[in-house]
């Protein structure tokens, strides 16, 4: 019960209003390596520790910010820090949006 706990505080201290829309606006390619900090100045993420591991932080988009990729919709967006530094960002598109990606 309090890790449930501890884990949503650490989301909504993260958590700001949506504003990017676009994720690209918060989430290029360019952003890898950078700060957690620097990140969530443009990217609106909720994110939690990973209980495996103390120094990786997965992050969500929230509801309505980063939910496109050139205009086609995304389905999940999952980006992930190690040692409060972006390593990788994972997109999902639903299979009848992939040509619009192409």
């Known amino acids: 019960m309090l ?3 501890g884990a949503l505080l650490s989301m909504l201290a993260v958590a ?3 504003k990017a829309a676009d994720l690209f606006d918060g989430l290029a390619p360019e952003r890898a390596g950078a700060e957690l900090t620097v ?3 443009d990217a609106e993420l909720a994110c939690t520790h990973d209980p495996g591991e103390a120094e990786v932080r997965r ?3 929230l509801p309505g ?3 496109t990729l050139g205009g086609a919709p995304l389905h ?3 980006a992930v820090f190690v040692d409060e530094l972006l390593s990788q960002v994972s997109v999902y598109f639903a299979e009848s949006r ?3 990606v192409a």
């Open 16 to 18: 700001r209003p949506a």
């Open 65 to 67: 910010a980063l939910n």
């Open 39 to 41: 990140v969530l100045e």
């Open 59 to 61: 992050c969500r988009p």
């Open 98 to 100: 992939f040509g619009e």
């Open 76 to 78: 999940e967006v999952e």
């Open 3 to 5: 890790a449930s706990i």
